[in-house]
């Protein structure tokens, strides 16, 4: 069974940084697609990052946010710069695996206003 999990979060302050990992436990060469989507409270879930593993492509609407993979560890990072209090929610990696979508758990991020 396919597992991402999620790692990092916690509570920051305004202006800081924060990197989220995530643990894949298969090959990220069987995604088609790899990112973090994340949830405030009240709203719906939307993209944050996602790119190809192994090439260069990402696509990400927030140029404070930044993936990075590392294959020996076989994990997933998130890079989030001058954090706001708007950025609070949950984060959740995602993957896109043979047409179907698999989520993390979600980790908690929050920066208190």
């Known amino acids: 069974q396919v597992q991402l999990v999620e790692s990092g979060g916690g509570l920051v302050q305004p202006g800081g940084s924060l990197r989220l990992s995530c643990a894949v436990s298969?090959?990220?060469?069987?995604?088609?697609?790899m990112g973090w989507y994340r949830q405030a409270p009240g709203k719906e879930r939307e993209p944050v990052a996602t790119g190809v593993f192994d090439t260069n492509y990402q696509d990400s609407g927030k140029p404070r946010f930044t993936i990075s993979w590392d294959s020996a560890k076989n994990t997933m990072a998130l890079q989030m710069n001058s954090l706001t209090p708007e950025d609070t929610a949950v984060y959740y990696c995602?993957?896109?695996?043979?047409?179907?979508?698999?989520w993390g758990q979600g980790t908690q991020v929050t920066i208190p206003s």
């Open positions: 298969v090959s990220m060469y069987s995604f088609s697609a």
């Open positions: 995602w993957g896109r695996q043979n047409a179907e979508e698999v």
